[in-house]
């Protein structure tokens, strides 16, 4: 079958611009069609209405005679059939840069394929090939090479992938015979592509191993841009973002690296272990997608547990990334009020419609789903400490509804995960997974702890009075994002948005608090003065207790054989009795 075809010219890249010609072949419009911008793009479930950035869509037959193209839907045009081959010309502001947007200039362009490749209905199910002619410097998540033709299997794997033209760094690595490649786009030589590649390989590695030898890509690449973190799961690699000396920096890094174990993770968990819901969804609206606290929530557990099986983290950072999880949970009112699943389907109005009431209204899918992971794991080692533990599970999925691409075009249901789980450990296991994930409750790791040689230990004296709020730095004062439900300042009629002036008359900064709340102490009421917008207003604040600090660390008392649990299940030797402290 002939191909669709797109022509991208990045000639006017300097005003942001990226003309498009898109060509549908002559057997594939005598039936007139539909052309179709994506609203959203797969990997992230919230309606970005690509069009918006859409300033030109003119259609013309082989003579180049134009064509009429009715709207008839925000995103989409009909239309009429139409003897032999039609080019429609598209033009695009590109200014967004992001991992989900695109954003051309003097030095570069990244182009994704859902904000640039509009479908042609009929012919969606064809091959869709690109070229970018007059350029070399090319990177793509498709097979081809310099100017293209870069070819698509068809329109869903096209806008699976992503572009990056300019002058970049690359580094490769191979991982059992598949290459896999760090390409760094961003500006300045700051960061060590080589010694990132390694590190993905390494990576790379610890996951195929979770899938017993299983790497389903013939070539695995990162697309990485300057950014503040952040990344995309594609068919064939993932596009990230980061800050150009992200390396240099012990946190930064730690988190990198787990951001690059996620992406790369979902080669097989939501890119070939697909929610049932995402196989070939349509783009032209959203999706309900209600097992996301699997796609994205055991994704974000074992991106904690893989690096540390891949040598890349040690334990204090395998500690403080999942207690990262833990204390997220902990400080989230909002999961006394939405189960998991209800966060996951209300993705595309929630999760990635972040405001101040966020943490009130609702859970994270990503960090809640993440600790149900942890719980799991840990409660199937406690019964089988010589098992597979979660792997099993995963692995188990994965071969019934992954690894073969007929099963692929099904997708996997939450009852396949249920089923897993009781497979893999029991039916209470499934019960208390269901429970877990229909509720609004959260999970109890503490007393499962032990089977891996861990504990919760005490952080230092909790003498902090809780004022229930979430601070940042202002101009002056202390910026509150978001006034805790049910806490202290929530409960005087503290909210997000107010600015904090002064406690008892006395001006503060967010630095200053800790030490002016241990002051006062636990149940003294203090007077809060806020600005909100252009007033003054006052609040008399009843302090509550401190929350107990606490950190999940090494158990000092872990015997011989919770050691071994601890190695079996992160790869790394318990470190008792020298327990590092944590990087950052
Ligand atoms: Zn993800």
Redesign the pocket.
């Given at each position: 079958m002939e191909p669709v075809t797109y022509a991208v010219d990045l000639d006017a890249r300097e005003q942001h611009l990226v003309a498009v010609r898109m060509t549908v072949p002559g057997d594939a419009t005598g039936d007139g069609g539909r052309l179709v911008v994506a609203t959203w793009t797969p990997?992230s479930y919230v309606v970005r209405d690509y069009v918006h950035h859409l300033q030109r869509v003119v259609a013309r037959d082989a003579d180049g005679d134009p064509l009429p193209l009715v709207q008839t839907d925000v995103s989409a045009w009909e239309l009429p059939p139409v003897v032999g081959p039609v080019t429609i010309d598209l033009e695009w502001y590109a200014h967004d840069l992001g991992v989900r947007t695109n954003h051309v200039d003097d030095r570069h362009a990244l182009l994704v394929g859902a904000a640039t490749f509009p479908a042609f209905e009929p012919a969606r199910h064809r091959p869709h090939h690109v070229t970018i002619p007059g350029v070399d410097d090319v990177v793509a998540l498709l097979p081809g090479a310099g100017s293209g033709p870069y070819v698509a299997d068809d329109h869903a794997h096209l806008v699976d992938a992503a572009f990056e033209v300019g002058p970049h760094r690359t580094a490769t690595v191979d991982v059992r015979g598949v290459e896999h490649r760090v390409v760094w786009a961003g500006h300045g030589a700051g960061l060590d592509v080589d010694r990132l590649a390694a590190d993905l390989g390494r990576l790379a590695e610890a996951a195929v191993d979770l899938f017993d030898g299983d790497l389903p890509t013939p070539r695995y690449t990162v697309i990485a841009v300057e950014g503040q973190g952040g990344?995309l799961?594609h068919r064939d690699g993932c596009v990230v973002s980061f800050p150009p000396h992200a390396d240099g920096d012990p946190a930064r890094r730690r988190r990198l690296l787990g951001l690059l174990s996620?992406?790369h993770l979902?080669l097989w968990n939501?890119r070939r272990l697909i929610p049932a819901a995402l196989v070939d969804p349509p783009l032209d609206r959203p999706v309900l997608t209600p097992s996301l606290w699997v796609?994205?929530g055991w994704?974000?557990y074992y991106d904690r547990v893989l690096p540390a099986r891949a040598g890349v983290w040690g334990v204090a950072d395998l500690l403080v990334g999942l207690d990262a999880l833990r204390d997220a949970v902990d400080r989230t009112p909002g999961a006394d009020l939405q189960s998991l699943r209800d966060a996951s389907r209300t993705a595309w109005t929630k999760h990635y419609r972040r405001d101040e009431n966020t943490p009130n209204a609702g859970t994270d899918y990503?960090g809640h789903g993440a600790l149900v992971a942890f719980e799991l794991d840990l409660r199937l080692r406690a019964a089988d400490p010589e098992g597979p533990g979660l792997d099993g599970v995963l692995r188990d999925l994965w071969v019934r509804h992954g690894r073969d691409p007929d099963a692929r075009r099904v997708g996997f249901t939450e009852d396949d995960v249920l089923a897993a789980l009781a497979r893999v450990g029991d039916d209470d296991l499934a019960r208390r997974c269901d429970e877990l994930v229909d509720r609004p409750i959260r999970p109890d790791v503490a007393p499962l702890l032990g089977a891996v040689g861990l504990t919760l230990q005490e952080d230092g004296p909790a003498d902090v009075p809780e004022l229930g709020l979430v601070v940042g730095p202002a101009e002056t004062g202390v910026a509150v994002r978001t006034a805790l439900r049910g806490g202290a300042a929530w409960r005087a009629g503290v909210s997000g948005g107010d600015r904090l002036l002064a406690l008892d008359g006395e001006t503060l900064g967010a630095d200053d608090l800790p030490a002016y709340l241990r002051a006062r102490g636990s149940g003294a009421t203090v007077t809060a003065t806020l600005a909100r917008g252009a007033r003054l207003i006052e609040r008399r604040i009843v302090l509550d207790p401190p929350r107990p600090r606490l950190r999940l660390a090494v158990d000092p008392a872990a015997g011989d054989a919770a050691a071994l649990a601890f190695t079996r299940w992160c790869g790394l030797p318990h470190p008792l009795p020298d327990v590092p402290a944590p990087t950052a």
């Open positions: 990997g990344g799961e996620h992406e979902h939501v796609a994205e994704t974000s990503y």
